[in-house]
């Protein structure tokens, strides 16, 4: 589990909800009764997709929530579910109303479709849903990357099209039915206070209507923190438990919570980075970037590797050095993939960059790192900006979202897709497939990654 301060400094003692509960005491029962899960959403709070994933909800009482689960449908009748799993008591922060419940299921079987409802027996259940967990072995699948679906509050800066840019956006998303998403930042407008419309409540509860795949599987998120999730104005070196205590109180990740890694099956490596941390002489940016270096020390014999943060550090808009000083040269070493970004609110890739052996220069698909900038999930888009000398593709002011499908033999196609579901850019890569011991869900090290024939394919179109 997570270990992020805020899920500690933050919570409200027990106490003094006692306190504010006192003259219900008669019937504690009926004070909190009829409280079911406002929403549901999946993450996961431990590096093990294909054997473990969390539920969480959000209460306006608190409780020690449970799930109860099968790998056949029970209909929502929560004495028929087969397994049963409790968490602890809700948690809540002194911004955030109401309480977030966290449970994770774990002993979980591969690659396997499973039915759950969630919340409590004197309380209330939600209705059922299912996921599917992650394979153990090679195959293909699909994933979506994208961030920016805040709206803007102020009255000099007019968002007609939110929310429907957002919902549409994670409407047709939905429809590519992908394993996961992987959200950069900037969920709503001010991840600090839960004031209408643009809320954390109206984000998972968008999110628990369109993150659904015509099959009925959820979506589970892979989210990295954004500058909006942060108290404003944001300090260089923020503290996660005082400046953004609701964004950490909200998820339960691995690791610190703040830079982790999860896998998917035996060839994917995903590794999510904190960009918010704006003072490179700080200590957690130096202890981001030393963590950085042995992960992919750790799982360079991964397939694939992708690396997402919010800021864009390249992009036609802007070209942060100190993020360049201290990252590049690991994701050169190490031969990473994709770099994933948001921040500026358009569409952009990079050609491949190597910013250690060929700085200012274009280098070939099979020598260099691809820079893409996601950052139109329905946020109020950005325009007038001209393409850099890095520039392959873009910018494109549209809303979006990125879909990969990697496939089992050794094909990553990513395709940059926009509201009208148009494939308005596209990028194939290929590799060979290196053997795979049977049943193993993460990449030995005695692998050796053979990069054999690589091409891209890029094409534009225009309505």
């Given amino acids: 589990m997570g270990d992020i301060g805020g899920k500690i400094a933050a919570i409200i003692p027990l106490a003094a909800i006692a306190l504010m509960l006192s003259s219900a005491a008669v019937s504690p029962a009926f004070a909190l009764a009829q409280d079911p899960p406002a929403y549901v959403y999946l993450t996961w709070a431990s590096d093990d997709t294909a054997h473990s994933i969390n539920v969480s ?3 306006t009482g608190n409780y020690a929530g449970e799930v109860r689960y099968d790998t056949q449908s029970r209909g929502g009748d929560p004495e028929a579910y087969r397994y049963r799993a409790s968490g602890s008591e809700g948690i809540t922060t002194a911004k955030f109303e109401g309480y977030i419940h966290h449970v994770e299921l774990t002993g979980l079987k591969p690659d396997t479709v499973y039915y759950f409802i ?8 939600s209705e059922e849903r299912a996921f599917r967990t992650a394979p153990a072995s090679r195959t293909s699948f ?3 990357v994208g961030g920016d679906s805040r709206s803007d509050t102020r009255p000099t800066h007019p968002h007609p099209d939110w929310p429907v840019s957002r919902n549409n956006t994670s409407e047709l998303m939905a429809q590519r039915s ?8 900037d969920f709503l407008w001010n991840g600090d206070d839960q004031v209408a419309p643009d809320t954390w409540d109206g984000w998972f509860s968008a999110m628990y209507q369109y993150w659904v795949t015509p099959e009925g599987l959820m979506i589970p998120i892979v989210p990295a ?4 999730e942060i108290i404003y104005p944001q300090p260089t070196d923020y503290d996660p438990s005082a400046h953004a205590m609701n964004y950490y109180a909200l998820f339960d990740l691995p690791g610190n919570e703040r830079w982790y890694a999860l896998s998917w099956g035996p060839d994917l ?3 999510v980075l904190d960009s918010e941390i704006l003072d490179p002489n700080s200590e957690a940016w130096k202890e981001q970037v030393d963590w950085l270096g042995g992960e992919l020390e750790a799982s360079k014999d991964y397939l694939w590797k992708i690396v997402v943060f919010h800021r864009d550090m390249v992009s036609a808009r802007s070209e942060v050095k100190y993020m360049i000083d201290n990252l590049a040269f690991l994701f050169d070493r190490y031969r990473v993939d994709l770099v994933l970004m948001s921040h500026f609110h358009t569409y952009e890739r990079s050609h491949p960059l190597d910013w250690t052996r060929a700085p200012g220069e274009v280098v070939s698909l099979e020598n260099g790192v691809t820079y893409v900038v996601s950052g139109g999930w329905g946020a109020p888009l950005y325009t007038g900006y001209r393409p850099k000398w890095f520039t392959a593709f873009g910018p494109e002011p549209r809303y979006h979202f990125v879909l990969l499908d990697i496939y089992e033999n050794g094909t990553l196609h990513m395709r940059a897709i926009d509201a009208n579901g148009d494939v308005f850019d596209e990028l194939v890569i290929q590799k060979a497939t290196p053997s795979e011991p049977a049943g193993i869900p993460i990449a030995t090290a005695g692998v050796v990654v053979a990069i054999a024939a690589l091409a891209a394919i890029l094409y534009f179109k225009r309505k």
């Avoid at 969630?118 to 259940?125: D, L």
């Avoid at 992908?178 to 930042?185: L, N, Q, T």
């Avoid at 923190?225 to 909006?228: K, P, V």
């Fill in 225 to 228: 923190i954004g500058n909006h």
């Fill in 118 to 125: 969630a919340g409590h027996s004197s309380y209330g259940w």
């Fill in 142 to 144: 699909s994933l979506v």
């Fill in 57 to 59: 909800w959000r209460t």
């Fill in 178 to 185: 992908p394993s996961f998403a992987v959200f950069s930042g």
């Fill in 269 to 271: 490596r995903i590794i």
